[in-house]
Nanobody
């Protein structure tokens, strides 16, 4: 297992941007595919974006395509989520997750049950 710590959340006005970071420790980071999920009050946790161990493959939920970008720096054990054109509907706690192994397909990375390690979450609040 890896330990994950997210940062970068906060309060931003609609139309603004934030960059979330997730630092991993404990195991070889490049053995893990990574994902970002979010959970709004009263709603289930939902997939936001995923990235393969090498960074070559990325996947996005339809509602963030063209606005969010997931990336990773294996030398820094860090995965990022750049969020642009934020709307109040993006308000949620954002979680970083890690999945051991090299399988990185949409069906694998879009399901929270396929991830074994989770961060504590970082709050993102978008005001109108």
């Amino acid at each position: 297992q890896v330990q994950l710590v997210e940062s970068g959340g906060g309060l931003v006005q609609a139309g603004g941007s934030l960059r979330l970071s997730c630092v991993a420790s404990g195991r070889a980071f490049n053995n893990y595919a990574m994902g970002w999920f979010r959970q709004a009050p009263g709603k289930e946790r939902e997939f936001v974006a995923g990235i393969s161990w090498s960074g070559a493959d990325t996947y996005y939920a339809d509602f963030v395509k063209g606005r969010f970008t997931i990336s990773r720096d294996n030398a820094k054990n860090t995965v990022y989520l750049q969020m642009n054109s934020l709307t109040p509907e993006d308000t949620a706690v954002y979680y970083c997750a890690a999945r051991a192994g090299y399988e990185s397909t949409w069906s694998t990375l879009s399901r929270s049950a396929n991830f074994g390690s989770w961060g504590q979450g970082t709050q993102v609040t978008v005001s109108s």
